[in-house]
């Protein structure tokens, strides 16, 4: 998909999520990219392929080496 790609990247609390919602909502020409992770699901309200697509170390080295991510970044 051609286009730009906007980050959104601040301390956990500090309010991306809202942001992200309210643009979302009153501009329809943007979509919402599902992040990438290798950790552990948060409690039981965290779903694979909606708030993150959970991977093993293994499937996400995988996808780095064969250039599926935008960006990546290991901490």
Known sequence: MPGKAFIFSA???SGKTT?????L???????????????????RTEQDGKDYHFLTPEDFKRKIDSDEFIEW???
């Open 73 to 75: 970044e290991e901490v």
């Open 25 to 43: 909502e009153s501009n329809k020409d943007l979509g919402f990219s599902i992040s990438a992770s290798t950790r552990d699901r948060r409690g």
């Open 19 to 23: 942001i992200v919602k309210h643009l």
């Open 11 to 13: 301390p956990s609390g």
